[in-house]
């Protein structure tokens, strides 16, 4: 019996599940149904049971929606001249981010908002159907409780950053910021947010300023992540550890420690590819973290200073040219990766279930994303089962 309002997605060629625990899943000329906004049923297109409505994928392939666990998207302004400059030679440091955060003062809510959908559109054509977003462009009590609000209109996955560096105003005293972090502003952050995250790194946040940090968000109820390792070696593995951090982000300088540290903590590393490309870093090196066990997670880090990219298909396709891992590998961290890393059991699979947030490519296999980097690819986007972007017409031979 057909499901109401159901729809069958047939002669997939391939579809990717994910339904194994920690593992790729996928076969070949498959069909898929769904209902209620879930994945009702997956399995042979031979085999496929009768629905209210129907697409003909022709051979095309199937995934589970990316899921993007780490973004900047509450933001005014640019920085191209600074990415231009280094480009032509000056290193990235920390104290760029503060050229953002005046910007992002000055900016009415309205252009806060149209910003943040402009970007959330741009994903979203790009297939990413979860997206995390974090504050840490106010800097104030006022400000980040604004930033956060404003992400909470497009993402449940919003995440508190007052810790992204100290602003001007507290320049001589830090330790005065870390407690304001800590006391009126997580006050005022809390009902809006879900995480909590700092940047521990020179120039930043120092291991005991995080950890205390972190201890004070899970305090107020909200959950640990961490920006940790970008930019040098650091302490920032071993907070995100003790603190029982659902993931660490950017882990690009690592010791043989820290990479134990992830395995027995079960923090997943989060990777940031975009990061590197747009500082000149070396590339984080994911297959050391497979081959340790680690769980391993792709996101973007969209920010206007160091990655100011939305796309995980290109992601994908830099982790699999410069970071050691298989297409598979990158495709399963884009989506069950991310969802590890946001504690999402409902997204990044799709077995049976799960919510029915998926894509179509305009290609027969996920191999593609990384094949043909650069090329828009996503014919179709579904967001809880809803068509969000695109269209699943079959393409003109
Ligand atoms: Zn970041």
Known sequence: MAHPDSTLI??????VTNDGEGV???????????????VAWTGPASQAPAADAMVDAAGRAVLPGFVDSHAHLVFAGERS??????????????GGILTTVAATRE????ALRANLARLAGEMARQGTTTLECKSGYGLTVADEARGLALAGEVTPEVTYLGAHVVPPEYAGDPDGYVDLVCGPMLAACAPHARWIDVFCETGAFGAEAAATILAAGRE???DARIHANQLGPGPGIRVAAEAGAASADHCTYLTDADVDA?????????LLPGAEFGTRHPYPDARRLLDAGV????????NPGSSYTSSMPFCIALAVRDMGMTTQEAVWAATAGGARALRRPDVGHLGVGARADLIMLDAPSHVYLAYRPGVPQ???VWQAGRLAAGSATRPSP
């Open 81 to 94: 001249a600074e990415f231009a400059a280094r480009m032509a030679g000056r290193p990235y440091h920390a």
């Open 220 to 222: 107020a109820g909200l």
């Open 262 to 270: 992830l395995t027995s903590a079960r923090v997943v590393a989060t």
């Open 107 to 110: 900016a009415s809510d309205d």
């Open 24 to 38: 790729f899943g996928a076969r070949t000329d498959a069909a898929l149904v769904i209902a209620e906004g879930q």
């Open 378 to 380: 996503i014919a179709a």
């Open 10 to 15: 047939t002669h997939i060629g391939e579809l």
């Open 295 to 302: 769980t391993v997670a792709l996101a973007t880090d969209c």
